[in-house]
């Protein structure tokens, strides 16, 4: 029995011993004699490094009102990393994503492939038509490079086109290599000459379509797709760091689907998309994003942005790019060499990019808006009512500017036409063939003739100067005659309509009438050089200081004449510039600018549209704050004396119809700009309310507007939005055909703007 339990025991202890053998003898098989083998497994674990966007930051109003936020959706995109390195099967398994999408329970499209040809596998001509986009050429110019094609480019009507050749009935139609342009027949013999034919055989044995002999691996229909596919995934620098996208906004459906196909080579990336809350308002000062663009790649390289980055293109989304973009993250993904992922590690956090708070009330912004082409319309109510041509009914385009008087804050940018970013894609050909421009900001850009809401700086500046006092009267005789001898006497715009005179005025009673020969003295007296000093310093001709591109129009003088190589400025020319004419262009918010000064005394605040920078978070980074741009001088006595004036023309001028009955005191001055005999003239009215402490200014300009008082209807509906007004009567269908206006363009007696004298 005791034998019977020690063999059973021996029996044990020897399968025991042969396990471990067994182990053992692995052991050594792996470590030892198959270490050719096993360090292959090893090599071939790689760790790849990938982009983890930044969100970028978002916009919102004074008030915290969204604009502008970020939209996340899944696109499906080719991963470079998990694609596999030999052309038959990198094509096979873009043909099985592909496949595999198509036959997906919904329907999604893909994203557009663009290719430099024409027709169908294998014969294709080149698609001049492709070579219109400078971004197409500028990606078919870097492929020709890497394939070592020289770049020829041919020549077509004057132009040379960045690629190597284009092929008409195989007719070489002409090179430019850096020496004279050869006839064809000369260079069919040029083995420098390379067609489109050459290259697109070098193109499809680069992407695997044909085998050694030439014979085509695919059919035609598959063998055309992988082509185009390929061409474009290469000409966008597809690879680790730059993924391709292959369908945009695809649900989670399509995702599972996807992984439940067990394919290679896609990932599914997030992306932020910006979605404007309110569509179609405020789209001139917002601005959009995009890819980077050609002229700007070097610029962003150097930055260290990816060349596939989104970067704000204009407006805001540009002005603001280095505080919106964020820091992207980088992810280290480790996989096998079968192309499975087997690890990642975030290396480095994403940081969002902060969040941009304007100075734009969106409230008002909206009312803006809204107002231009109100406006535009009560204009055409009065045109059709006085039944003549030239009063309006060409009226067709506009701009609106309000900033905050005490601190240079602009509160409302308004351009009419607008559009709406959310579909300014669909629309861009629309929108670009439009004769009224609508995505030029005329709010910044826009420069026009001020007209008579140029005389409060003529006259600010004769009674800071002495050159007249308050009560001091010039008597207007309809035609101004001190310059007779040399036979330009310009005349006041109410002797040509209707041969009268203003009479004795003083400067209170000038603005209030806008006499024209008043002005005309008090600009002489005042010279160019003095006049022009005070504009300055007022913002006229000058920068604003806003943060987004504007122009800053011409304030008319010798200095600009010289400048731009024009015509001498002669002593005439003083007078034709002191009623707001010559060579005076200036844009809605100079205008706005200036009159703001002029209420502070002749401080000029810079006029600023960022109100402050915050983080993700909340946390307030910087804010901006009130900075003195200029200063001249004003007394408070004088600026009193303008002011009322101002109000003056608000309640019993040509604006009277229009602010009758207002709940509060306001100023304005109306501007009428001859554009030529064959359209209305322009239309220009700068406003400021309350009276007594003024907060705003507003400044709107209706081109063909053909009244300068019938433009103070916008400013009117601003102030009413502003304020929180409720109004009894509205006067938008009141029919107003006084014709009783300031006219300031030519007023003389034929010399354009001035002359000898």
């Known amino acids: 029995m005791e034998n019977r339990h020690t063999s059973r025991l021996l029996s044990l202890i020897a399968i025991f011993v042969l396990i471990c053998l067994l182990f053992a003898a692995r052991l050594i098989n792996v470590q030892i004699a198959a270490r050719d083998y096993y360090p292959l497994v090893t090599d071939g674990v790689r760790g790849r490094v990938v982009t983890i966007q930044a969100q970028r930051g978002e916009i919102f109003d004074c008030n915290g009102t969204p604009l502008v936020k970020n939209e996340y959706s899944y696109n499906i995109t080719l991963d470079r990393g998990t694609l596999p390195t030999s052309n038959a099967e990198e094509n096979e398994a873009l043909l099985r994503i592909y496949e595999k999408i198509s036959g997906s329970e919904a329907e999604y499209e893909f994203s557009e492939i663009k290719f430099p040809g024409r027709g169908t596998f294998p014969e294709y001509e080149l698609d001049e038509s492709f070579l219109e986009s400078s971004e197409n050429k500028r990606r078919f110019s870097r492929l020709l490079t890497t394939l070592e094609i020289e770049d020829i480019g041919t020549v077509i009507d004057g132009q040379t086109y960045p690629y190597a050749a284009s092929v008409f009935e195989n007719q070489i139609s002409g090179f430019y290599m850096g020496r004279e342009l050869h006839a064809a027949s000369e260079l069919a013999n040029d083995p420098t000459s390379v067609t489109f034919d050459y290259i697109i055989d070098v193109l499809t044995k680069r992407y695997g379509l044909v085998d050694g002999d ?6 035609a229909r598959t063998a055309d797709f992988l082509l185009r596919l390929r061409y474009d995934m290469e000409s966008r620098d597809f690879s680790v760091r730059v993924p391709y996208t292959v369908a945009e906004n695809v649900d989670i459906g399509l995702i599972t689907y996807l992984k439940e196909g067990a394919l290679r080579g896609y990932s599914v990336e997030v992306e932020a998309k910006r979605v404007y809350c309110e569509p179609g308002v405020a789209s001139h000062i917002l601005g959009m994003t995009g890819k980077i663009q050609s002229e700007d790649v070097e610029m962003y390289t150097e930055l260290g942005y990816p060349l596939d980055a989104i970067v704000g293109v204009s407006g805001v989304e540009l002005a603001f790019e280095d505080k919106l973009h964020g820091m992207d993250g980088t992810m280290v993904i480790t996989e096998d060499e079968y192309g499975n992922i087997i690890g990642q590690e975030i290396t480095e956090e994403p940081v969002a990019g902060d969040d941009i708070y304007l100075t734009i009330d969106i409230d008002l912004q909206r009312a ?36 905050d008087v005490k601190t240079g804050a602009i509160r409302a940018l308004a351009s009419y036409p607008t559009y709406d970013l959310s579909t300014y894609r669909d629309d861009l050909a629309e929108l670009s063939s439009n004769e009224a421009r609508p995505l030029v900001n005329r709010a910044l850009a826009g420069t026009y003739p001020p007209g008579s809401t140029f005389k409060p700086a003529v006259a600010a500046a004769a009674l800071t100067e002495g050159i007249i006092t308050p009560t001091e009267t010039i008597v207007d005789e309809g035609i101004y005659m001190y310059y007779k001898d040399s036979g330009y006497t310009p005349r006041c715009w109410i002797y040509l309509q209707s041969g009268r005179n203003h009479g004795a005025v003083n400067v209170s009673e000038a603005l209030r009438v806008s006499c024209n020969y008043f002005f005309y003295d008090i600009g002489r007296r005042l010279t160019i050089q003095t006049m022009n000093r005070y504009c300055r310093a007022f913002g006229l001709g000058e920068d604003t200081g806003i943060e987004l591109p504007e122009k800053t129009g011409a304030l008319a003088g010798p200095d600009y004449r010289t400048e731009h190589g024009l015509d001498n400025w002669n002593p005439g020319d003083t007078l034709a510039a002191a009623i707001g004419q010559s060579d005076n262009l200036f844009t809605p918010l100079q205008l706005s600018v200036y009159m703001s000064a002029l ?35 004003i007394s408070q006595a004088t600026v009193d004396i303008i002011l009322n004036a101002m109000s003056e023309v608000v309640e019993s001028g040509t604006t009277a119809t229009l602010f009758d009955n207002y709940p509060i005191k306001v100023g304005g001055k109306t501007g009428t700009a001859q554009l030529g005999s064959n359209s209305s003239d322009n239309a220009v009215f700068v406003g400021f309310a309350p009276l007594s402490d003024p907060e705003i200014v507003t400044t709107c300009v209706i081109e063909h507007g053909s009244k300068g008082a019938w433009a103070g209807m916008a400013v009117r509906d601003v102030f009413t939005n502003y304020f929180d007004l409720v109004i009894e009567s509205d006067t938008d269908t009141d029919t107003d055909t006084n014709t009783d206006t300031d006219t300031d363009a030519n007023t003389d007696n034929g010399a354009n703007g001035g002359g000898e004298a």
Do not use: C, M, W
Request: no cysteine; glycine share 10%; aromatic share 6%.
């Open 599 to 633: 209420i502070n005394g002749g401080v000029r605040y810079r006029a600023h549209i960022l109100d402050s920078v915050r983080t993700f978070s909340g946390e307030t980074l910087e804010t901006t704050g009130t900075e003195i741009k200029s200063q001249i001088e």
């Open 368 to 403: 803006a808006e809204k107002a231009l082409y109100d406006n535009i319309e009560y204009i055409h109510a009065q045109a059709a009512a006085i039944g003549e041509e030239r009063n309006g009914e060409d009226a067709n385009a506009g701009a609106i500017a309000t900033i």
């Open 214 to 219: 030439g014979e085509p691996l695919y059919d």
